[in-house]
């Protein structure tokens, strides 16, 4: 940038002292010729005062004398002496412009194109007392003599006005920079800049407060999965804690032999059901983690979604049937794009929930049709339902309308924080409708068919 400015100022102010060294040189030219003519007048009149002195016969020394040509002419125009010698072969020189204008004026002058000498001539007359009239001529003051006499002055200007131009380019480039030099990245202030550059700084400082802002977005977002994370721990440990006493009170009591024969089946009925809730615990934490990492996980492609709800319901049969709730199926076959493991998860969670917040007697629908061009599956049931306030926390880890309930069912807390998961890791949108006491749906939207080959 520094060497840009400077190129552009030092070319510009180069063309500049250039262009004075040429003006300068037409006004020399001019003063020059000028000086020329009034010096060839200066001789004329020499040359005639020592006419008039001396006679005719100083007329070859006066030749002689001057560098110019002399010519002598009588008033009717004839050529009565010529310091080239030939007087007698020469012309009648009386319509010569210089010779008219010493004959009326006194003096005279005149330049053309000479045929005696075969070049151009500057010519000065002066009328004598007698009436003739002497000339004198020289060739005109001419470019090679103006660059003879300018040369070394015209050398040193070219050399002054480099230097001057390097000077002058390098203490505008460093003025012009050094404020953008100085800009501070961080934030300047506007009114501290010429105006030129008050829209960058603008910019710069628009930027800045995006970036700030950007920054703080992720600190606190950085700082709410901090909390996440320390709340999951805590939780996961709470969670494993509390089978993990029954197993272990139930265990030594076993060991230690005060448990009368009869119980024996109890205790260890205990201790099976706390495992299994264990092995259902972890197995969750574990299938969330991967979801949430999204490590590891299995390919996308193509899954027929009414056969994957058809057989998670036959999965689910024993358990409905136990609670007396009847599963059905509408809708027809549909395929969406996606991990076949994964939406198993999903569907899965959605209909256990549906049978174990039931009421006996009621029953889960599973529906799947199209929506606007997208794939629609609604898990609907007839039970206890969730309260508004809870609709929006019951995705949270661990989070549960009630408590013991859930537990008596035998919930883990993470059914829906893995429908969550798996839903965003589908590009899948999910929503609920519930009523309490009548009963809850679930929906998942699936992306448009083009796009959910790109996700
Ligand atoms: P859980 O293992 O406890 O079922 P989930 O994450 O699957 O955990 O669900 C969170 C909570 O949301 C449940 O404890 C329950 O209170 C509520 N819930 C989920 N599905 C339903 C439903 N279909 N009907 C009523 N409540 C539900």
Known sequence: MKRKVFKCVFRTAMVFFLLCCLLFVLAFYRYSVKAYAAQLREEALCAAAALEAAGDSVLPDIGGMLTARVTWIAADGQVLYDSSGEAD???????????????????????RFSASTGETM???????????????????????????NLFTPLLVALLLAGVLAGLLAMQVSRSVLRPIEELELSGTDERDVYPELRPLVRRINTQNRQIYRQMEGLKAEHERQDTLRREFTANVSHELKTPLTTISGSA???????????????FGGRIYDESQRLMTLVGDIIKLSRLESRLEMPDKHMVDLYELCDMILSHLEPVAKKQAVSLS???????????????????????????????????VTVTLEQKDGRVCLTVADTGIGIPPEDVERIFERFYRVDKS???????????????????????????????????????????????????
Request: proline letters at 5%; glycine letters at 12%.
């Open 89 to 111: 072969r020469m012309e009648n020189h009386a319509d010569r412009e210089e010779v008219q204008e010493a004959l009326l004026n006194g003096t005279g002058e005149g330049r």
């Open 329 to 363: 199926l509408m809708g027809q076959p549909m395929s969406v794009f996606g991990a076949e493991s994964t939406l198993y998860e999903m569907v899965y969670n959605l209909c256990d929930n549906a049978i174990k917040y039931n009421r006996p007697g009621g029953s």
């Open 122 to 148: 500057v010519y000065a007359a002066v009328r004598l007392t007698d009436g003739t009239v002497l000339r004198v001529a020289a060739p005109p003051y001419g470019g090679a003599a103006l660059l003879f």
């Open 252 to 266: 030594e009591l076993l060991r230690d032999g005060l448990v009368r024969p009869e119980d024996v089946p109890v």
């Open 405 to 455: 309930h859930s537990r008596d069912v035998g919930g883990t807390g993470l059914g829906l924080s893995i429908v969550k998961h798996g839903a965003s890791y589908h590009g899948v949108e999910v929503s609920v409708d519930s009523t309490v006491g009548e009963g809850t749906a679930m929906h998942l939207l699936f992306p448009p068919a083009v796009q959910r080959q790109e996700i």
